[in-house]
């Protein structure tokens, strides 16, 4: 049991670079979902994607905010134009269906 | 709108004082309730879940939650805390007939006095 994955853990980056951040999903789990979560708060939905089909963005994710589940494997997160906001704990979690949702350990990203 | 409520930010029990961590939600259907707990650097992990049947649920490492339809509530318990069960503890609501996306609450932080 590989669990879900997530990379980098960490990530460092300017304000205004762009960031990806990759999860790769429990292998026979079709759902896969992000969230985003920061000092002192519970996660927030970001998105969710069952295969490759991407059924629902959160208001919280902006049009800088991008991801993709390609052949419905592992998922890619981008930011583009980060802000100093966007410094969060970003993570990954993938289900079988609506059953329970297990989760990587996070890449926590910090804007400067 | 859907809601998860942790009235307490932060707890310390001694260790081997009984423990209860309150949850309130909001939720308009039959609610999927979830406990989860975090310690720093670390996933989430699930302790528990209430899909239905009884209201009473029986987790890993010994806790344990009752689901109160009448009161909104999902508290969690464990009779004698340990040490290792300092950490960041989440509820959460599950939204079924919504894609079932979690909705966390902000967490309730939990310290052991030895």
């Known amino acids: 049991d590989t669990g879900v994955s997530q990379d980098p853990r960490h990530k460092i980056t300017k304000r205004g670079q762009n960031v990806t951040f990759r999860c790769d999903p429990i292998s026979e789990h079709n759902r896969l979902y992000w969230y985003r979560q920061t000092l002192g708060q519970g996660p927030e939905f970001l998105t969710y994607f069952q295969n490759e089909a991407q059924l629902e963005k959160s208001r919280l994710l902006s049009d800088r905010f991008s991801a993709e589940r390609p052949k419905g494997s592992f998922s890619t997160l981008e930011i583009q134009r980060t802000e100093q906001g966007d410094s969060a704990m970003y993570l990954c979690?993938?289900?079988?269906?609506?059953?329970?949702?297990?989760f990587g350990p996070g890449t926590r990203l910090t804007v400067l | 709108a859907q809601s998860v409520t942790q009235p307490d930010i932060h707890i310390t029990v001694s260790e081997g004082a009984s423990l209860e961590l309150r949850c309130n939600y909001s939720?308009?259907?039959?609610?999927?309730l979830f406990w989860y707990v975090q310690s720093p650097g670390q996933g989430l992990q699930l302790l528990l879940k209430?899909?239905?049947?009884?209201?009473l649920v029986q987790g890993i490492k010994g806790f344990e939650a009752e689901f109160k339809r009448s009161q909104s509530s999902f508290n969690l318990r464990k009779p004698s805390v340990h040490w290792s069960d300092a950490a960041e503890y989440f509820c959460a609501v599950g939204t079924y007939n919504q894609g079932g996306k979690l909705i966390f609450g902000q967490g309730t932080e939990l310290s052991v006095k030895p």
């Open positions: 979690a993938s289900s079988r269906d609506a059953g329970e949702q297990f």
């Open positions: 939720y308009g259907a039959t609610p999927y």
């Open positions: 209430y899909f239905s049947g009884d209201t």
